[in-house]
């Protein structure tokens, strides 16, 4: 049985079949003429992160580098170089932000190694697992969307779910480049930063 770290052809991050709007928006974006145009190919796209800016709702995709090595059977990460804003109402794109141009916290390094994929907390589920866990993070976020988009409060449950889910896929390295693009989010769903 093949496990999380054993690399696969393409990105790990990539959406196999997506059954959430989240999920197929993953999917969909490598598709548009902004992203041919501006991002590379081999680009991972990281866990979404919310907007709501007057009475709107917003996608922010954060994108990253990655090499994956067979030998060592690990992805190296890098930081987030880029987001895409989308809204959630139509899924069009409403910005796109070089994150080496305008950054977002210059105290850290935005182009050096952050990290390796599978870090310790997946590195043994086996692919489906993985898969399987990601689906339902992606699930919830479009239910997140959902509930920011009508001003609903997040249920205490869906937010222990929401935020065990997150803290599990998001590569620990990242975080610290998450909480600079996204500090309430962050605050909120993987606790105040020390």
């Not at 182009?111 to 590195?123: D, K």
């Not at 929401?162 to 605050?187: G, I, M, N, Q, V």
């Amino acid at each position: 049985m093949q496990t999380v770290a054993q690399p696969q052809e393409n990105s790990t991050y990539q959406e196999s079949q997506p059954t959430s709007k989240t999920g197929q928006l993953i999917v969909n974006i490598r598709k548009t003429p902004l992203f041919r145009q501006l991002i590379p190919q081999e680009a991972g796209i990281g866990l979404p992160i919310p907007l709501r800016k007057e009475g709107k709702v917003y996608v922010i995709l954060p994108l990253f580098g990655s090499i994956v090595n067979r030998q060592e059977k690990v992805t190296y990460i890098y930081p987030p170089f880029s987001t895409i804003t989308l809204d959630w109402s139509n899924l069009q794109v409403v910005e796109y932000v070089n994150l080496r141009f305008r950054n977002p916290a210059p105290e850290l390094n935005w182009e050096a190694e952050a990290g390796i994929f599978p870090h310790p907390a997946v590195s043994q589920m086996t692919i489906a697992q993985y898969k399987e866990q990601r689906q339902e993070l992606l699930t919830m976020y479009d239910k997140m969307f959902e509930m920011l988009a009508e001003g609903s409060a997040f249920p205490d449950e869906w937010c222990r779910r929401f935020s065990e889910l997150f803290h599990l896929l998001l590569e620990p390295t990242l975080e610290a480049y998450y909480r600079a693009l996204a500090p309430k989010f962050c605050d909120r769903f993987l606790g105040i930063s020390q």
